[in-house]
């Protein structure tokens, strides 16, 4: 491409050549890398904490207290309860057993590279360099309303690229306009480009150099798929035309509210909330919970976001051919039938299945019966 464009401009300008060349090659500029970003307190990962915190009560303990906010937003803290936001800690055995794996084996300094995400609790105590209390609630409470509603900016970074704030949320005082109205500014999260920043910070992740890795290694990177979708409104990688759409409009679509619930908004007959139960996927954790009202959910979620094909089929030994479609094929009883399956993933906005790249598992499951 280079050798063309080169041929182009020479064509378009005429003259000698070199001279050409010359005027159209600017001195080199060194431009500083500015993805990633340097850990700093809390590295490997990129987490920043900024602001004066409570004499009483530590950070830690602060970002662990649901039921304090629960108190007027009962709707939104039982919806996080059942999420995997609230399963993203030491109380899912899962993740319990890898993290636990990368403090064996890279040391318990390197585990806060996942602590920036799913551990703020222990992370802002200073537990994650420590053994971890198994009682204390901040050894299970995962991705917290404080978390979330604390944080002041995100960047592109990954690794838990955001700036919480550690000062106290007031309570407002219910019936005052000016309290209600501060409270409300207090809480605001950043929604910037429409609603995907606030994600951004710790749905992408990597491993490089400040884990002692000797390359760049991305592992999951959700919002740059997304990015390169049709939900984006650029139109690419689909013929049809789909609705923008961004995380906060698929994982917290607004669902009825009760009367209690004081974070609600009129609607048409009935009030309405931003869904804190994250639903996407994790059907197993609801599953392994016993949770079957959010394990429904999250398969109603899931429903008819990807399709399944079978293009062709191919039957027999001897001199086998593909038909397509394979829709009418003749069966022959005994014979060796092999099938060309397509899938494709219809309404998710990024990669499907999602997640971090190692650790995700996918099947797909075919039941082949006679007549």
Sequence with gaps: MRLIGLTLLLVACGGDPSARLETARPDPITVAVKLPSAPGEHGPSLVKVTSTGSPDVSDGEMLADADSCGSCHPDAQAQWA?????????????????VDQVRH??????????????????VVDGLMTQDIPAADLRSHTGVSCRLCHGIQATSKDGNGSYVWSRTPIDAPVLGDARSVAAHKQQVRVPLDNLGTELCV????????????????LSGLDEPGMWRNSAYTGNGMARIDKVEQRTCIDCHMEREPASDKELGAKPGAGTRTMASHRFLGGHTWMAGMRGDQEHLKRSQAKLEGVASIDVAGVRIGDADPKWQLPADGAVMTPGSKVAFDVVIRNLLVGHRFPGGVLDIQDTWIEVEVTDK
């Design 201 to 216: 910070g710790c749905h992408r992740g990597f491993i490089s150099n400040d884990m002692a890795m000797p390359v760049h």
């Design 82 to 98: 059942t999420s995997a936001h609230s399963f993203a800690s030491f109380g899912n055995p899962i993740y319990r057993f890898n």
């Design 105 to 122: 084996d890279l040391g318990k300094q390197n585990s806060k590279h996942c602590g920036g995400c799913h551990d703020m609790p222990l």
